[in-house]
């Protein structure tokens, strides 16, 4: 038979009616969405059992069960006679949007942080696992033997450190980077040529060489970071006030987050400084 209402209602004599086997099953899924479920799991239960959606259709998955749970026909609405109440309705709404809005926080934050932790070890990137019973755990993706972490510890210890240097500035003004200019092997070939080309051509001839020199010199000068100190203080004390220590933040602050073989934790801030945590 050709489904034309939705499921949980069924025609009698020109009319809507609740079909009570599926029904049944309509309210079911919004209480156990309500105890706590997930579309999946419900999906999976669904189809477990054998139930039908329609005929010759796919099986049920979560988009079939999230239709379900927003649809507001089954509180009555387009003229349907009722099957859900709207508390319970109301209720999984709420649920839906809170269980939303933690996934999309959370995801901003971890995007960020696929690309950049890495390990202390080798200096691969970490990746991010998810087990059979789905635990969240991070690895080193060239399998050195650095620490295997859980994504608790992962977050929990990076907003340690972001609690610590909130109130302690001075962390953040130990440990910089060296800084001032780094000698290549560009520019000691460059300036042999220099010093043989120097005073026994003409200066169009030397000009170009000179020019180069001094732009690779340049380039070899690494930036003092320290002046970006206060930004990056003020910047996390602010969202640790509000409560907002997640991808904004991170964005901000953190160059670089590192794993280390006695399960520390360090992050490198956009003003060259390096904080650990032990654990
Ligand atoms: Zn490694």
Redesign the pocket.
């Known amino acids: 038979m050709k489904r034309c209402y939705p499921f949980g209602y069924r025609c009698e004599r020109g009319e809507v009616v609740p079909d009570e086997a599926e029904s049944k099953i309509v309210q079911w899924m919004f209480k156990d969405y309500e105890m706590g479920s997930s579309l999946l799991a419900l999906a999976d239960s669904l189809n477990a059992r054998g139930i039908v959606f329609k005929e010759k259709m796919s099986p049920w998955s979560k988009s079939r069960v999230q239709h379900i749970l927003t649809d507001e026909r089954y509180i009555g609405g387009k003229g349907f006679p009722p099957i859900v109440e709207p508390e319970l309705f109301g209720k999984i709404s709420r649920i839906r949007e809170s269980k939303y809005v933690e996934v999309k926080l959370a995801s901003g934050e971890i995007r960020f942080l696929q690309k950049h932790v890495v390990?202390g070890?080798?200096?691969?990137r970490y990746v991010r696992k998810i087990d059979k019973k789905g635990a969240r755990y991070w690895v080193?993706?060239?399998?050195?033997d650095?620490n295997t972490i859980s994504e608790n510890y992962l977050l929990s210890t990076i907003k340690d450190i972001l609690t610590d240097v909130a109130s302690d500035r001075t962390l953040l003004e130990s440990a910089h980077q060296s800084t001032g200019f780094q000698n290549t092997a560009e520019i000691v070939r460059m300036e042999k040529e220099w010093s043989a080309v120097n005073g026994r051509c003409g200066f169009e001839a030397g000009k170009t060489l000179l020019l180069q020199l001094a732009s690779k010199k340049f380039s070899a000068c690494r930036e003092d970071k320290s002046i970006y100190t206060e930004t990056v203080y003020q910047a996390i004390v602010k969202a640790l006030k509000t409560g907002e220590m997640g991808e904004p933040l991170f964005r901000e602050v953190i160059r670089k987050v590192r794993t280390g073989k006695d399960g520390s934790i360090s992050i490198e801030f956009a003003n060259g400084a390096i904080v650990a945590r032990r654990r």
């Open positions: 390990c070890e080798c200096g691969s080193c993706e060239a399998h050195c650095s």
